[in-house]
Nanobody
Framework: VQLQASGGGLVQAGDSLRLSCAAS????????VGWFRQAPGKEREFVTA????????YDAESMMGRFTISRRNAKNTVYLEMNSLKPEDTAVYYC????????????????WGRGTQVTVSS
């Protein structure tokens, strides 16, 4: 399966943004999907993940309550809704998929898309 993340951009602190992760070559509803981010000079960081069954999500504590992952099977797309954005949320955001269980560990995901840049100004 090939993944394409999109929807990034330059926003102000407090704004909202929705990222999309569109899949081709496979049915995304049969995969667990995770979102990760990487800021300059920092390691890749887990954001949130959705189990392939769609029944549970895993959220990084620092983003809980602000970021929401959802799936729209008809569009073969997973979304990341980001609210109350902060300058420290500035990073390249990546989506990843795997046929196994959702996880906060990047190494468990087999498929990765190119990232999309999110920049939050203060």
């Amino acid at each position: 399966v090939q993944l394409q993340a999109s929807g990034g951009g330059l926003v102000q602190a407090g704004d909202s943004l929705r990222l999309s992760c569109a899949a081709s070559g496979g049915t995304l509803s049969t995969y667990s999907v995770g979102w990760f981010r990487q800021a300059p000079g920092k390691e890749r960081e887990f954001v949130t993940a959705l189990h392939w069954g769609g029944f549970s999500t895993y959220d990084a504590e620092s983003m809980m309550g602000r970021f929401t992952i959802s799936r729209r099977n008809a569009k073969n797309t997973v979304y990341l809704e980001m609210n109350s954005l902060k300058p420290e949320d500035t990073a390249v955001y990546y989506c990843a998929a795997d046929s196994g269980r959702a996880s906060f560990l990047a190494r468990t995901y087999r498929y990765w898309g190119r990232g999309t840049q999110v920049t939050v100004s203060s």
